[in-house]
């Protein structure tokens, strides 16, 4: 057995330590967030916080993640609101989910759990990122670029900027 914290809780996993995180993820623990995409780290869909830094789920071996902290796309809000005031503390929404919406950015919405991830990951470390920045995160950060088959690069850009918007406002 294997103990991860996920989305703030200490889970307890039953895989072998060899088996993709993405699986654990998906298949023993019922997350639908995380998306099978490519299967080689190439696509960016099953990505997930590890330890507040972007991973691809589905060459991350479970032993990897054991007692550390993953977040998935469901364990954006609770992320959110563990880093706000008490006062802020009822977000049903992370900041890039709710921008995500009024930005409309989803066409098909397969990648946008791993765009989401990649974004939350950006905006903890640069609230105000540059278009460049955003660009440079998703394309040559990591192991590879976050690829979206429908084409929604603008909108996703969009929905970076009105997401730090968000997050630079004082909560609570």
């Known amino acids: 057995m294997t103990t991860i914290i996920l989305n703030g809780a200490r889970t307890e996993v039953h895989s072998s330590p060899d088996t993709p995180l993405l699986y654990v993820l998906r298949n023993e623990l019922g997350l639908t967030g995380p998306q099978f995409g490519c299967g080689l780290a190439q696509c960016g869909a099953c990505s997930v916080l ?3 830094e972007e991973i691809r789920a589905c060459v991350t071996p479970l032993a990897a993640a054991a007692d ?6 469901e364990g954006l809000p609770a992320r959110w609101r563990r880093q706000q005031s008490p ?20 066409l098909c919405g397969f990648c946008q759990s791993g765009m989401m991830i990649k974004a939350v990951e950006l905006l903890e470390k640069t609230r105000d990122p540059t278009t460049a920045e955003i660009k440079a995160a998703f394309t040559t950060s990591g192991p590879s ?16 900027r009105r997401a730090g918007a968000i997050m630079r406002k004082p909560q609570g």
């Open 68 to 73: 550390t902290d993953i977040t998935t796309l």
């Open 50 to 52: 590890l330890e507040g």
């Open 145 to 160: 670029p976050h690829l979206c088959r429908c084409g929604s690069y603008t909108a996703i850009i969009e929905a970076v």
């Open 87 to 106: 006062a802020a503390q009822d977000a049903d929404l992370h900041p890039v989910q709710q921008a995500w919406i009024e930005e409309q950015t989803p």
